[in-house]
């Protein structure tokens, strides 16, 4: 045990004993001359107390982040699990496919598609790639696509849906009538009959195929193309174009024409035997062509031989004039781009509207027609 006496014999010896250490015995001239020198900066304050030191003194600062880091491995635990469990459902699951086609509501009577018989009662159904829709005599139906269009089927017709792709929307008119309201862009609706292709540009029309596979189109807006064998026709709102087997389509002609001058154009384009009588005709139609029927006359300018092509020619001139680059000699030699750029004069839409769609399903063959 420590003790003062411990203490005191452990000190060491100085000159006047106790003084040193606690001003006990006597009083030393050099101590005391020290104590006078450093009395001045004596402190007589109590000794301040500091506070206890933390360990781990970086983490004080931003206490919140011992707090935080459970939370965000939990999340991100979290988070890992959706992923993994969402491409495990969608590379085991098939992805949904939507079926192209048409509805087909607005049902009169008993229209079939195939074998099943439809009823207004069912409300919509529907007409899928390579089935076939058939009225009676006192059935109708309406057919809606709605990137397309809408067709309303008449009593007595049969179609099938071809196609319904993203850039050709294609049916076939076996026989019958439909009546065809498009507005998809010009050139992507396109209905096959037994004697022609019609294709759209942007309008509505009314299509019509008799039993022998012989049709008619009438187009109430916009334009329509006709083409087969070689022939195009271009049917404006107000005009009528008709067809038949092994032909193709003929001249297109206004409606509102002289019965002379339409009798003429079909005795020409369908029934005309010898140059003769095509001749014939074709004076008629000179005679009774109105300023509207240049649409006829420019149909004819590829339809005749060389010598009537002049005669055409001069009419048609007299009724809306060539372009100045359009010449009399381009045009007697059939010269396409000459051609293009005369009918472009007449007021029915730009051609290269045809021309472009053209190209595009050039080459696609009439289906072969179902008995």
Known sequence: MDTGKNRTENRPSTKGGDYLWDRSGEPDPEIQKLESLLGKFRHNSPTPVFPAIVSARRWTLFPWRLRLFPALATAAIAVAAIVAVTILVYKTKPTPTTVAGWDVSEVQGAPRIGQKTLSANEGTSRLDIGQMLETDGQSRASLQADDTGKIQVEPSTRLRLLSMGSGLKRIALDRGTIHTYIWAPPGQFVVDTPSAVTVDLGCAYTLQVDESGA????????????????HESFIPAGAACATRP????????????????????????????????????????????????????????????????????????????????????????????????????????????????ERSWAGTATPVREK
């Open 246 to 357: 092994k032909v193709g389509p003929g001249t297109p002609y206004f409606e509102d024409s002289s019965a002379e001058f339409r009798a003429a154009l079909t005795r020409f384009d369908f029934e005309d035997n010898t140059p003769q009588q095509r001749a014939h005709d074709v004076a008629i139609a000179l005679r009774e062509a109105r300023n509207r029927d240049a649409l006829t006359l420019w149909h004819l300018l590829a339809r005749v031989d060389d010598q009537q092509r002049i005669l055409v020619y001069d009419r048609l001139s007299q009724i809306v004039p060539p372009p100045a680059t359009v010449t009399k000699e381009g045009i007697l030699r059939l010269d396409q781009p000459m051609l293009d750029r005369w009918w472009n004069e007449l007021g029915f839409d730009d051609i290269s509207v045809w021309r472009r769609w």
């Open 215 to 230: 049709g008619m189109v009438r187009t109430s807006l916009g334009w329509v193309g006709f083409k087969q064998n070689g």
